[in-house]
């Protein structure tokens, strides 16, 4: 099995900046697809970002240009690098990490865009 731990989030204002980090415990992390959820009160859950075993990267149209992901597998961990955050960027934000029908989940790390 595979356990997720996230950090990294907290409180910025917005066009600031912030760094998430996903680190996995496990085997064979180099296998799994991996992305990052956001959800904010009220509001559904939302895929943010992937990237797969191989690398391949694909965002959501809202984060697109602002936001970077990116695996580190020698430490088994992802990242979110997350630039001009706006206000809307407020959520919990999860680490999903699959590998055929396997799944798990972090259990998230605060974001928080304010003035």
């Known amino acids: 099995q595979v356990q997720l731990v996230e950090s990294g989030g907290g409180l910025v204002q917005p066009g600031g900046s912030l760094r998430l980090s996903c680190v996995a415990s496990g085997t064979f992390f180099n296998l799994y697809n991996v992305r990052w959820h956001r959800q904010a009160p009220g509001k559904q859950r939302e895929l943010v970002a992937s990237i797969t075993s191989g690398g391949s990267t694909n965002y959501a149209d809202s984060v697109k240009g602002r936001f970077t992901i990116s695996r580190d597998n020698?430490?088994?961990?992802?990242?979110?690098?997350?630039?001009?955050?706006?206000?809307?960027?407020?959520?919990?934000?999860?680490?999903?990490a699959n590998?055929?029908?396997?799944?798990?989940?972090?259990?998230g790390t605060q974001v928080t865009v304010s003035s």
Request: hydrophobic share 30%; aromatic share 16%; glycine share 10%.
């Open 74 to 96: 020698a430490k088994n961990t992802v990242y979110l690098q997350m630039n001009s955050l706006k206000i809307e960027d407020t959520a919990e934000y999860y680490c999903n």
């Open 99 to 107: 590998r055929g029908i396997l799944g798990y989940w972090g259990q």
